[in-house]
């Protein structure tokens, strides 16, 4: 079956440019989405279609998605950006959604 | 803007039923395919069902084949998900969620799905 890993944890210091990677087999092939989830709080979507931000997304949140790995980019992180992050992608040979199994961002 | 509210989650005996309600507003109800996402205490997020626009095409994950059923009612703009013979392993809470479809990179003829717009989730408790 599909899977997609990302790391458990990513640190980074304040101002400086945070990577959050996702995983897959030929996930390149797919596109990927992005979710924030903040504690206690329901998740949020970041990115879409690989490199697509929502309305009401801050412009430092970008994404890629090439070969087997997607990357969550974000430039001058914020303490507000603290959170965790999974990322989607869709397998259409088995018609069902995949969650890579989350990565929490630490900003110190 | 889109608003889905859940309902109907508790604490329940192993072996026993729930019944999950959303209400959905400020959307086309009638557009768009509709999912449960659970996420267990401290865990990551998992798809549990979704449903097509016409209710025609309906999935389930593995873990709760044969023991839940999704459903809507396209009138009433709700969605609904009846959980029967409950595990403790079921305990999480669960998330009414649009889902929204695209044309594949390779080719219209297959569409890939995702989540947009998520409820506050609605806690259901397994446990004697």
């Known amino acids: 079956s599909y899977e997609l890993t990302q790391p458990p944890s990513v640190s980074v210091s304040p101002g400086q440019t945070a990577r959050i990677t996702c995983s897959g087999d030929k996930l390149g092939d797919k596109y990927a989405w992005w979710y924030q989830q903040k504690p206690g709080q329901s998740p949020v979507q970041v990115i879409?279609?690989?490199?697509k931000r929502p309305s009401g997304i801050p412009e430092r949140f970008s994404g890629s998605n090439s070969g087997n790995t997607a990357t969550l980019t974000i430039s001058g992180t914020q303490p507000m950006d603290e959170a965790d992050y999974y990322c989607q992608a869709w397998d259409s040979s088995t018609a069902w959604g995949l969650f890579g199994g989350g990565t929490k961002l630490t900003v110190l | 803007q889109v608003q889905l509210v859940e309902s109907g989650g508790g604490l329940v005996k192993p072996g026993g039923s729930l019944r999950l309600s959303c209400a959905a507003s400020g959307l086309n109800f009638t557009d768009y395919y509709m999912s449960w996402i659970r996420q267990a205490p401290g865990k990551g997020l998992e798809w549990v069902s979704y449903?097509?626009?016409?209710?025609?095409?309906?999935s389930y994950a593995d873990s709760v084949k044969g023991r839940f059923t999704i459903s809507r009612d396209n009138a009433e703009n709700s969605l609904f998900l009846q959980m029967d013979s409950l595990r403790a392993e079921d305990t999480a809470v669960y998330y009414c969620?649009?889902?929204?479809?695209?044309?594949?990179?390779?080719?219209?003829?297959?569409?890939?799905?995702?989540?947009?717009?998520w409820g506050q989730g609605t806690l259901v408790t397994v446990s004697s």
């Open positions: 969620v649009r889902v929204f479809g695209y044309c594949s990179k390779i080719s219209c003829y297959f569409v890939e799905f995702a989540p947009d717009y």
């Open positions: 449903i097509s626009s016409s209710s025609a095409t309906k």
């Open positions: 879409y279609k690989d490199t």
